[in-house]
Nanobody, 126 residues
Framework: QLQLVESGGDLVQPGGSLKLSCKVS????????FAWFRQAPGKEREGIAC????????HYVDAVKGRFTISRDNTKNTVDLQMTSLKAEDTAVYYC???????????????????WGQGTQVTVSS
């Protein structure tokens, strides 16, 4: 059974940077597509970045493209989200998710994912 535990959430000023980490246990990262989702108060959960099982390619929604970077570290068994140039609208609970995949298709809809972490709070405020 795959388990995901997020960490790194914090209060940060606008324009600042933050790195979230998703520690994966129960399996290696191979054959899993991973994604980061976020949910702001009163809004639906949205997928913002994914890293595909095949090809190790990254995909982003427009709102975070050029500011966020998703990456996997096979030696540490983690999937990280480096966030820069943070804005107030990035404030949300951030979730890591995983699904077994044999393709390089990017998946940014929550219904595709079978495994979820508990979330970590990111607040961007001065």
């Amino acid at each position: 059974q795959l388990q995901l535990v997020e960490s790194g959430g914090d209060l940060v000023q606008p324009g600042g940077s933050l790195k979230l980490s998703c520690k994966v246990s129960g399996s290696t990262l191979t054959h899993y597509t991973f994604a980061w989702f976020r949910q702001a108060p009163g809004k639906e959960r949205e997928g913002i970045a994914c890293n595909t099982a095949v090809g190790d390619s990254a995909h982003y929604v427009d709102a975070v493209k050029g500011r966020f970077t998703i990456s996997r570290d096979n030696t540490k068994n983690t999937v990280d989200l480096q966030m820069t140039s943070l804005k107030a609208e990035d404030t949300a609970v951030y979730y890591c998710a995983a699904v077994i995949s044999l393709s390089g298709q990017p998946l940014l809809e929550s219904h595709w994912y079978d495994y979820w972490g508990q979330g970590t709070q990111v607040t961007v405020s001065s």
